[in-house]
């Protein structure tokens, strides 16, 4: 089956240590976003990929990249996570502007 | 700006009709969304409505839009425990890939 899959589910992180997340999807999809989920909240965007333009919203952190090698892989880097950027990571894609958007399992980020 | 409010929490029987409500205040809003997440899950597209639209009806789902209001709800028809989860509506323009998402309703059904 067609589908956007994360890796890990689950991570652990040291305050301060880099850490990357993994999202591939297999729906041809042109179009891949990051959100961010903190407990009992909304997603909130980080930034999105239309093909291989970026678009990073206003108030994502620095702290925060991503990278998009190719149509069916994404990662979201933290350079240095803070204990506020304990979250569920949520990647999700869609085919363009005018359609739905369909997300991963998510990654549940922890930080030590 | 955007916003998009929801009630925190509903409460039904199972076999009951559950309706969740969302308010937007976006007038160029184009398309609206329903996503259920389930505990420490992503989250799941359950159906969506173009705004030139008042009604669409999947199966057990009938999704309700007053655009004069900025109203949106969501009825599930014979509410199942299967159901249990946060539901959120999203909202999207049409010159925007960028959903914004209600606060969510915590729909717990009881047997």
């Known amino acids: 089956d067609a589908m956007v899959i994360q890796n890990p589910r689950y991570q652990v992180t040291q305050f301060g240590k880099p850490v990357t997340l993994s999202c591939s999807q297999t729906l041809n999809h042109n179009v891949m976003y990051w959100y961010q989920q903190k407990s009992s909240q909304a997603p909130k965007l980080l930034f999105h990929y239309y093909d291989k333009d970026f678009n990073n919203e206003a108030d994502t952190p620095d702290n925060f990249q991503s990278r998009r090698p190719n149509t069916s892989f994404c990662f979201l880097d933290i350079r240095s996570p803070g204990l506020g950027d304990a979250a569920m990571y949520l990647c999700?894609?869609?085919?363009?502007?005018?359609?739905?958007?369909?997300f991963g399992p998510g990654t549940r980020l922890t930080v030590l | 700006g955007e916003d998009v409010e929801q009630s925190l929490f509903l409460s039904v029987r199972e076999g009951d009709s559950s309706v969740i409500n969302c308010t937007y205040t976006?007038?160029?809003?184009?398309?609206l969304y329903w996503y259920k997440q389930e505990p420490g899950a992503g989250l799941q597209l359950l159906t969506y409505?173009?705004?030139?639209?008042d009604m669409k009806q999947d199966q057990r789902l009938t999704v309700l839009l007053n655009k004069k209001d900025k109203h949106l709800s969501l009825r599930i028809a014979d509410t199942q425990t299967g159901d249990s989860a946060i539901y959120f509506c999203?909202?999207?323009?049409?010159?925007?890939?960028?959903?914004?998402f209600g606060t969510g309703t915590r729909l717990q059904v009881f047997p």
């Open positions: 976006d007038s160029s809003s184009t398309y």
């Open positions: 999203a909202e999207k323009g049409i010159n925007t890939d960028k959903l914004i």
């Open positions: 999700a894609t869609s085919r363009g502007r005018a359609y739905e958007q369909f």
């Open positions: 409505i173009f705004s030139n639209m």
